[in-house]
């Protein structure tokens, strides 16, 4: 009885640590050190002496990157073209942290929410005509982070790992380098509103997170969100601008006609207490929400779900929108009266951005996938991409797909896999049925190869998970290797593209060649263009 006991008490003990998170909203939880291979020096035991990142220096030359990109867009145009038509519009959906298998497993919790054994149902994207696979290694580093692929997909570059918006011959955390004016990169963002069109970005975690900032951002280390942020990291703030004052006073970012996410708190100094009731996070004293406001004559600023469906997106000029203090809560999480849905924030910033006759780019992310395998919660993972789908099903309803091209990916995987031979209809969320470990134990359909529960006993078996889970949608799922949290992985991501152009989108790609698609799509940027081909 008493090893019974111990069976139930031991994963519980981690399953009550990482509820406490979700109750208390979304922590951050990106751990640069870890991301750039230093964090080993912080290991009493470690007999391995870390090292700098190896970066090919031909990479460090952002040419390399257009001069790639350049050559596999003319490999497609050797192909039979089913088509010439502009795309006046452009919208990226970012699944962070998605990799084939979420989308899978997703796909089937789908079904099984309603009725069926779920492995038939499909995701709104998956149903879309053109599918290709995107590598997603980063200059320095075989598995990426958000910051280095958030460069790749939106400014056309690999970079190193934490970097955004500068080329691979800036190092971690090195000030002086980002500001070189070489080493400084243009977004797709930015090629749109040269060409006159509206511009948005739309995140679930916060403004100043990695993936959105790929779209504004100049920085050496993803984590320089705001002037404190920057100071922590032993560099002074009035060098080296943090993201937030970027993206409100500097192109792109302040010619931004949309900014809807979390992270209030970087915007406004610890003096104030911002709508949420969480006290600011800057050490400037300077509120740049104010300063947004008067820089933006009929901007408005929203912060609950409320005040953005009460807006006239006919009325103002742009709206910048803060639904949290930092990270945005899981959807299963949030009070519905409060946070809006990926799929409202789409709705508005879709009806706002058409309404420039030029056209628009907007980049709306479903940002926390990533943390609910970063928790190894997997239902967590599952019900944020469910949320993602529906977002993109609804642009696409709302678009028209003769001018409006959409591209749906992820920025990486994750190490979670769908295993074991278990039958049709085996609940996703649940344990396998049908077969057991060498030990005569059943176990899960969902495994982590790194994570905090590894539902061990004293002798280092596992044990019965048929308790803990199928019912539960925070339960821990279990990995192999123990770590605080579940890591990436470094295989292709899909990508799903809908649209003028969307033929491009196929094959095997670098995943920094997916802007320069976009860009020979709309007309825009400095690369080739499909304008040319039909001049």
């Not at 139930?8 to 009550?16: E, F, S």
């Not at 930015?190 to 997170?209: D, F, M, P, R, Y």
């Not at 642009?395 to 797909?401: G, K, L, M, N, S």
């Amino acid at each position: 009885m008493l090893s019974s006991q111990k069976h139930l008490i031991l994963p519980l003990v981690g399953l009550l640590a990482l509820a406490g998170l979700a109750l208390a909203g979304v922590e951050e939880i990106h751990n640069v050190l870890e991301l750039t291979g230093k964090a080993t020096q912080k290991y009493r035991f470690s007999t391995d002496v870390a090292t700098d990142k190896y970066t090919p220096p031909e990479e460090m030359d952002p040419e390399f990157w257009y001069k790639n990109a350049d050559a596999e867009i003319t490999k497609r145009l050797q192909l039979p073209q089913p088509n010439t038509k502009k795309a006046k519009n452009i919208i990226m959906f970012l699944g962070d942290g998605m990799p084939i298998s979420t989308i899978a497993a997703a796909r089937i919790l789908k079904g099984q929410r309603q009725g069926k054994t779920g492995e038939e149902s499909s995701l709104s994207f998956e149903q879309f005509p053109y599918t290709g696979l995107s590598r997603t290694y980063c200059a320095n580093a075989q598995v990426p982070d958000s910051a280095c692929t958030a460069t790749a997909y939106l400014c056309g570059v690999k970079t190193n790992i934490v970097n955004i918006g500068v080329s691979a011959a800036v190092n971690y955390n090195n000030c002086t380098a980002s500001q070189d004016p070489a080493n400084r990169l243009t977004s797709i963002a930015e090629w749109a509103q040269n060409a006159g069109k509206s511009t948005g970005i739309v995140t679930t975690t916060s403004l100043t997170h990695a993936s959105p900032s790929g779209a504004y951002a100049k920085t050496a280390n993803r984590m320089w969100e705001s002037d404190t942020d920057v100071a922590s990291y032993g560099v002074d703030p009035s060098t080296c601008i943090d993201m937030a004052t970027q993206l409100i006073t500097q192109v792109p970012g302040k010619n931004f006609d949309i900014m809807f996410g979390g992270g209030m708190g970087k915007f406004l100094p610890s003096s104030i207490e911002d709508s949420h009731g969480n006290v600011g996070e800057r050490s400037d004293g300077v509120n740049l929400l104010s300063r947004w406001q008067a820089q933006h004559d009929g901007g408005v600023l929203v912060t609950n779900r409320k005040q953005l469906l009460s807006v006239n997106t006919s009325a103002v000029s742009s709206i910048i929108g803060l639904f949290q203090s930092k990270l945005m809560n899981f959807h299963l999480d949030a009070d519905a009266t409060y946070q809006p849905t990926l799929s409202e924030l789409t709705e508005v910033t879709i009806n706002k951005l058409s309404q420039n006759e030029n056209g628009y780019f907007a980049f709306i992310e479903g940002g926390l996938i990533d943390y609910g395998n970063h928790y190894t919660q997997a239902g967590y993972a599952l019900d944020e991409c469910l949320e993602f789908e529906k977002a993109i099903q609804l642009a696409r309803d709302i678009t028209d797909p003769e001018e409006t091209l959409i591209v749906v990916t992820a920025d990486h995987g994750h190490a979670v896999s769908i295993a074991g031979y278990p039958g049709r209809g085996t609940n996703i969320l649940g344990i396998n049925q049908h077969d057991v470990d060498l030990n005569g134990v059943k176990y899960s359909v969902l495994n982590y190869a790194a994570g905090p529960n590894q539902y061990l006993d004293d002798e280092g078996q596992r044990i019965d998970l048929e308790d803990i889970l199928g019912e539960d949608q925070e339960a821990i799922f279990p990995s192999y290797i123990s770590k605080d949290q579940g890591v990436h992985s470094g295989e292709d991501v899909g990508v799903f593209a809908s649209g003028p152009q969307a033929h491009l989108f196929t094959g095997v790609m670098q995943q920094s060649t997916i802007p320069h698609l976009m860009a020979y799509a709309a007309c825009i940027g400095s690369g080739q263009k499909v304008c040319d081909q039909t001049d």
